[in-house]
T-cell receptor, first 113, second 118 residues
Framework: KAGVTQTPRYLIKTRGQQVTLSCSPI?????VSWYQQTPGQGLQFLFE???????NKGNFPGRFSGRQFSNSRSEMNVSTLELGDSALYLC????????????FGEGSRLTVL | AQTVTQSQPEMSVQEAETVTLSCTYD???????LFWYKQPPSRQMILVIR??????QNATENRFSVNFQKAAKSFSLKISDSQLGDAAMYFC???????????????FGTGTLLAVQP
């Protein structure tokens, strides 16, 4: 069974640009969550989708957005990139039940110059 | 708001020895889940162990066990018979069960980097 797949794995952008990151969950998983990991702030929750609906959202500016498709694949978008957006963006999927284990992808490492 | 604190940025243990990683949390909720996740260098994060707050019995998974002290809001991880493959960043995490548990939002601690010496 394939794990959580995130693309691209690495990318470099400049300030002001926008970026789209993709996450393919484990087959059958309906919940996808996104986290930002930085050395200074640690792991911070961005948002969570379940059956194409945003179920929860973290404290990030509106430049950060996401969506989930009918096949449970998810994308997150960051517009007007800032230097501080440089981070490892982690996607996690689960079946969606209450005690469901989260399965993480390897992440997309974004560098903003 | 809930918070998770890991006061040990780095720890070191000899192979085959036992090490305990500390975690404290703050919450006003009575029901929640606690987790320990392991993030090896340049590899994906994996779940090590999970504890439901309503269960008094400490969770155990092979060489990994927790000491869950609900009143003290403490959740430490003990790794027995440490192996070289245990070297990683370990994160303690909290999940609320509000909204009927319909959320996978985790609140993470800052992590403890564990080195295993041969």
């Amino acid at each position: 069974k394939a794990g959580v797949t995130q693309t691209p794995r690495y990318l470099i952008k400049t300030r002001g640009q926008q970026v789209t990151l993709s996450c393919s969950p484990i087959s059958g998983h309906r919940s996808v969550s996104w986290y930002q990991q930085t050395p200074g702030q640690g792991l911070q929750f961005l948002f969570e989708y379940f059956s194409e609906t945003q179920r929860n959202k973290g404290n990030f500016p509106g430049r950060f957005s996401g969506r989930q498709f009918s096949n449970s694949r998810s994308e997150m978008n960051v517009s007007t990139l800032e230097l501080g957006d440089s981070a490892l963006y982690l996607c996690a999927s689960s079946l969606g039940e209450v005690t469901g284990e989260l399965f993480f992808g390897e992440g997309s490492r974004l560098t903003v110059l | 708001a809930q918070t998770v604190t890991q006061s040990q940025p780095e720890m070191s243990v000899q192979e085959a020895e036992t090490v305990t990683l500390s975690c404290t949390y703050d919450t006003s909720e009575s029901d929640y889940y606690l987790f320990w996740y392991k993030q090896p260098p340049s590899r994906q994060m994996i779940l090590v162990i999970r504890q439901e707050a309503y269960k008094q019995q400490n969770a155990t998974e092979n060489r990994f066990s927790v000491n869950f002290q609900k009143a003290a809001k403490s959740f430490s991880l003990k790794i027995s018979d440490s192996q070289l493959g245990d070297a990683a960043m370990y994160f303690c995490a909290y999940r609320s069960v509000r909204y009927g548990g319909a959320t996978n939002k985790l609140i993470f601690g800052t992590g403890t980097l564990l080195a295993v010496q041969p």
